[in-house]
T-cell receptor
Framework: NAGVMQNPRHLVRRRGQEARLRCSPM?????VYWYRQLPEEGLKFMVY????????ESGMPKERFSAEFPKEGPSILRIQQVVRGDSAAYFC?????????FGPGTRLTVL | AQRVTQPEKLLSVFKGAPVELKCNYS??????LFWYVQYSRQRLQLLLR??SRESIKGFTADLNKGETSFHLKKPFAQEEDSAMYYC??????????FGTGTRLLVSP
């Protein structure tokens, strides 16, 4: 079991471009969380998804951010028209019985 | 409000010294707390959880509801304990609320 996979590990975008971050959960897991870590801060919850369903998006910014977890394929966190303040590490986690297993993260840099 | 506070950004000790990483929480319900650890160039991983009351790698943590604390302790620090430690509180839908983390540096 390779664990939770995220790609890319590093992503550089210019202001106004789109960023797509992918997360493949552990085998057998069908629920995914996305967290964001800004510099000098702890991880902050963004969204909780089940396959084909958003369960809780209370931590998502109201604009430019969206997430999906299709029936087939990885979960995708999409950031449209990125700004410098979006520069952060984005982590996803999948959950087994009641423990979250984290991916290595994607570090997004917006120039 | 749901909040986790880790007051120390950096804790530096010598090998063999006792370690206590502080964590305080604010939560209106019955709290469920975890400690996660991130070693250099590795992903975040679960260290221990309060409901299991276990000791992992010599670390223990006791939930003190009166003081709303969940401090992480180890009697004798080892160099390989150097890492970033995060305290986390479980909220609705198993969402985690994290503290800002404490970097533990154990010197020889």
């Amino acid at each position: 079991n390779a664990g939770v996979m995220q790609n890319p590990r590093h992503l550089v975008r210019r202001r106004g471009q789109e960023a797509r971050l992918r997360c493949s959960p552990m085998k057998g897991h069908s629920h995914v969380y996305w967290y964001r870590q800004l510099p000098e801060e702890g991880l902050k919850f963004m969204v909780y998804l089940q396959k084909e369903n958003i369960i809780d998006e209370s931590g998502m910014p109201k604009e430019r951010f969206s997430a999906e977890f299709p029936k087939e394929g990885p979960s995708i966190l999409r950031i449209q028209q990125v700004v410098r303040g979006d520069s952060a590490a984005y982590f996803c986690a999948s959950i087994g019985t009641d423990t979250q297993y984290f991916g290595p993260g994607t570090r997004l840099t917006v120039l | 409000a749901q909040r986790v506070t880790q007051p120390e950004k950096l804790l530096s000790v010598f090998k063999g010294a006792p370690v206590e990483l502080k964590c305080n929480y604010s939560y209106s319900g019955s709290p469920e707390l975890f400690w996660y650890v991130q070693y250099s160039r590795q992903r975040l991983q679960l260290l221990l959880r309060h409901i299991s009351r276990e000791s992992i790698k010599g670390f223990t943590a006791d939930l003190n509801k009166g003081e709303t604390s969940f401090h992480l302790k180890k009697p004798f620090a080892q160099e390989e304990d150097s890492a970033m430690y995060y305290c986390a509180l479980v909220t609705g839908f198993q969402k985690l609320v994290f503290g800002t983390g404490t970097r533990l540096l154990v010197s020889p």
